[in-house]
């Protein structure tokens, strides 16, 4: 049998998706507004995190993550309707705004100040530390243009940066109460099943759920394929049967639309870390009102 390029096959209904990404929209603009009419003389959650040690390093973080996941959230509708629905592009995106709205509700779900800095700390400190480790691979790969003394040299000097910023990040933790001598890596699959944010048993199952199909397509699992396809028999060989495979308007509405929920509720945390401790004040139900209504047109 002759390769044949992939081509974009089945229809995509959506459903309610439409809807869902057009709130979502919404949901990112009122962040922003959130965080640009931030006062800082008032005592927030924010406040609080920034004030600790470390506390510099979680809301970078957690913006940037949550740009990610804009950016994967807004590029798909354009991905589809230029490019169709295909097994491949599509899931990474979902699975790009996944993994990002995560790591950005990962942060800012806990409860405790001193446990979101903590985190805050950790991914920094596991980013630092591949950075030097690919720092060491491309010097000792035999393949870089520098003479073995320059390449002995800045070794060391990398060995060196790693001590100076482990012994920073140690110090860091250690004022928070932590000992924690080296970054620990984040098992999402476990953490999906602990988030502590607005998060009930039975959604902690289908982020799972979710997670692992979208990781398996990611990396081709024939598994994870068959599981968000249609299929239609076309013909059989010796103990083999020829399949047809079109993604699932089912299976996508349900991965996305749950991709989705983890961006609003990440995006819920960040707000709500931008909240004044003094929730005294009186509301206006008049906004309120408004703001209602246009989120049931939307």
């Not at 006062?39 to 506390?55: A, N, T």
């Not at 705004?97 to 409860?111: D, I, N, V």
């Not at 990611?218 to 047809?244: C, D, F, P």
Request: proline share 3%; charged share 30%.
């Amino acid at each position: 049998m002759l390769w044949e390029r992939a081509k974009a096959g089945g229809v995509l209904e959506l459903g309610d998706l439409s809807t869902t990404w057009r709130k979502l929209d919404r949901v990112f603009e009122i962040a922003r507004q959130v965080s640009s009419a931030r006062d800082s003389r008032l005592f927030d959650g924010r406040g609080m995190d920034e004030s600790r040690p470390g506390g510099h390093r979680l809301y970078a973080l957690a913006e940037r993550y949550l740009d990610a996941a804009q950016d994967c959230h807004e590029a798909l509708p354009r991905l589809l309707q230029a490019h169709g629905a295909t097994q491949t592009a599509m899931w990474c995106l979902v699975r790009g705004q996944f993994e990002a709205s995560f790591y950005a509700l990962w942060l800012l779900s806990p409860r405790d100040s001193a446990t979101r800095v903590l985190r805050g700390i950790q991914l920094e400190w596991l980013d630092d530390a591949s950075t030097r480790r690919y720092a060491r691979e491309v010097l000792l790969d035999g393949l870089t243009p520098i003479d073995d003394e320059l390449r002995k040299a800045e070794l060391e000097r990398h060995e060196r940066l790693d001590r100076e910023h482990a012994a920073v990040f140690a110090a860091e933790c250690e004022a928070l109460g932590s000992k924690m001598s080296r970054p620990l890596t984040v098992n999402l699959i476990e953490e999906l099943g602990g988030l502590d944010s607005r998060v009930i048993p039975g959604q902690r199952v289908l982020l799972r759920h979710t997670w692992r199909t979208l990781a398996g397509l990611q990396h081709g699992n024939t598994g994870a394929l068959l599981r968000v396809s249609s299929k239609r028999k076309e013909g059989e060989g010796i103990g083999s049967v020829v399949l047809h495979l079109e993604p699932d308007d089912a299976a996508f509405q349900t991965l996305a639309s749950t991709t989705a929920w983890l961006t609003v509720n990440a995006l819920l945390s960040y707000m709500d870390k931008h909240q004044p401790a003094n929730r005294q004040a009186v509301y206006d139900l008049a906004e309120v009102g408004r703001i209602r209504e246009e989120w049931s047109r939307l």
